[in-house]
């Protein structure tokens, strides 16, 4: 088992993104309402891969036992098994996690004000969670997770579509999709840190969650 510590990827993560900011506003191509969300979004996935990452242990034996892949079985059993306030958690919560996405990517990007855009990305950054968790020794890859997350996103670009009819705004003058070589990049960035977290963490230097939570809200600061 390999303890990585998430510091590492967080840290280069917000540096790249700081680069980015910067030439965003270099080059005029965003306006600051929009320039402010991205900052928000940025931060939120971050919230998002901590809570669901950390702490990250690689378990290299018995791959296949932390996976299940029948929809809402697992659910079922920890509604019969489980208490009820650990079962509404586990329903909630995966429903709520990406409803911010659902929500804020369309009021950033208008060009991505369309259903089955937030549908397909919901179900793709839910999926690659769910993958990297699959590595984990405590974490499961469930279908349910996959499900809930993407009927939470698609209901939160219900609520913007709402809020947009009820308050239409401005479309921003300047109309910008996210760049697929920054998204690109900065996923590449987030894998080679993962392996240097890893050796991070084999080195036992890896400090506790609290103290890295705590350095990387100062470096988000």
């Not at 979004?41 to 971050?46: E, K, S, T």
């Not at 208490?83 to 958690?89: A, G």
């Not at 429903?95 to 397909?120: E, Q, S």
């Not at 698609?154 to 579509?161: D, T």
Request: hydrophobic share 55%; charged share 10%.
């Amino acid at each position: 088992m390999v303890f990585v510590s998430l510091l590492p990827p967080f840290a280069g993560l917000t540096v790249f993104w700081i680069i980015c900011s910067i030439k965003r506003n270099v080059n005029k191509q965003t306006e600051l309402r929009q320039e402010v969300l991205m900052h928000v979004l940025f931060l939120y996935i971050l919230l998002v891969i901590g809570l669901t990452l950390s702490p990250f242990q690689i378990n290299f034996t018995n791959p296949g036992k932390n996976i299940n892949l029948i929809p809402f079985v697992e659910s079922l059993k920890m509604w019969r098994g489980a208490r009820l306030s650990t079962s509404l958690y586990n329903l909630v919560g995966n429903f709520l996690m990406l409803m911010p996405f659902g929500f804020l990517l369309p009021k950033i990007y208008p060009d991505w004000r369309k259903m089955r855009v937030i549908f397909f990305v919901s179900l793709g950054f839910s999926l690659l969670i769910e993958c990297m968790q699959f590595a984990t020794a405590s974490r499961v890859f469930d279908i349910d997770d996959i499900i809930l997350n993407t009927l939470g996103g698609v209901f939160g670009y219900m609520i913007f579509r709402l809020a947009h009819w009820i308050h239409p705004t401005k479309t921003p003058v300047k109309k910008r999709r996210p760049s697929m070589g920054a998204v690109v990049a900065g996923m590449m960035i987030f894998a080679v840190l993962m392996g240097l977290g890893a050796f991070y963490g084999l080195q036992g230097a890896m400090p506790s969650l609290a103290q890295q939570s705590m350095m990387v809200l100062c470096l988000c600061a």
